[in-house]
T-cell receptor
Framework: DAGVIQSPRHEVTEMGQEVTLRCKPI?????LFWYRQTMMRGLELLIYFNNNVPIDDSGMPEDRFSAKMPNASFSTLKIQPSEPRDSAVYFC???????????FGDGTRLSIL | EDQVTQSPEALRLQEGESSSLNCSYT??????LFWYRQDPGKGPEFLFTLYSAGEEKEKERLKATLTKKESFLHITAPKPEDSATYLCAVQANRGSNYKLTFGKGTLLTVNP
């Protein structure tokens, strides 16, 4: 079975540019989570969706970050404008139910110059 | 605020040398505690979920245990392929909120 698919795997861009990260969850999973991982802060939840509806976005750092889930098989995380401090690895995860294990993609390594 | 502290930050073992990783947590009502393994350049891979104190789960050379304040991941006779970062996460029992709070992980290196 296909796991969580993220694209791109790597992104390098200049400060001020718009960045869009993409995620395809595991088919049939109703929950989708976006995380950010840095050496300093570890793995932190940014936002999660249930049945395409955002439930908790308290981890979104500021208005420059936005996330959408237009359908059950696709989600985006957008940063506009990007800043060097946004450099991190961004993970998407999905689960079949809220209390079930979350399964992660292999992440997008984002570098903002 | 939920908190997870993992120790040690890094652990180096010889092949066959058993040891344990610790995950201490503070949460107002535990729904579940999750263990993940993360290899370099990869996303975390699910290992175990523990729900109540006294529960134990096993998988190959790994055994996870849970008390009311901490969890241990015991590694018996490790092999070099067990080298990875091991992450612990808690999920609080707060209605329909399913947020995971992660520790910073333990980097395990097993030398042949």
């Amino acid at each position: 079975d296909a796991g969580v698919i993220q694209s791109p795997r790597h992104e390098v861009t200049e400060m001020g540019q718009e960045v869009t990260l993409r995620c395809k969850p595991i088919s049939g999973h109703d929950y989708l989570f976006w995380y950010r991982q840095t050496m300093m802060r570890g793995l932190e939840l940014l936002i999660y969706f249930n049945n395409n509806v955002p439930i908790d976005d308290s981890g979104m750092p500021e208005d420059r970050f936005s996330a959408k889930m237009p359908n059950a098989s696709f989600s985006t995380l957008k940063i506009q404008p990007s800043e060097p401090r946004d450099s991190a690895v961004y993970f998407c995860a999905s689960s079949s139910a809220g209390g079930q294990p979350q399964h992660f993609g292999d992440g997008t390594r984002l570098s903002i110059l | 605020e939920d908190q997870v502290t993992q120790s040690p930050e890094a652990l180096r073992l010889q092949e066959g040398e058993s040891s344990s990783l610790n995950c201490s947590y503070t949460v107002s009502g535990l729904r579940g505690l999750f263990w993940y393994r993360q290899d370099p350049g990869k996303g975390p891979e699910f290992l175990f979920t523990l729900y109540s104190a006294g529960e134990e789960k096993e998988k190959e050379r790994l055994k996870a245990t849970l008390t009311k304040k901490e969890s241990f991941l015991h590694i018996t006779a490790p092999k070099p392929e067990d080298s990875a970062t091991y992450l612990c996460a808690v999920q609080a029992n707060r209605g329909s909120n399913y947020k995971l709070t992660f520790g910073k992980g333990t980097l395990l290196t097993v030398n042949p």
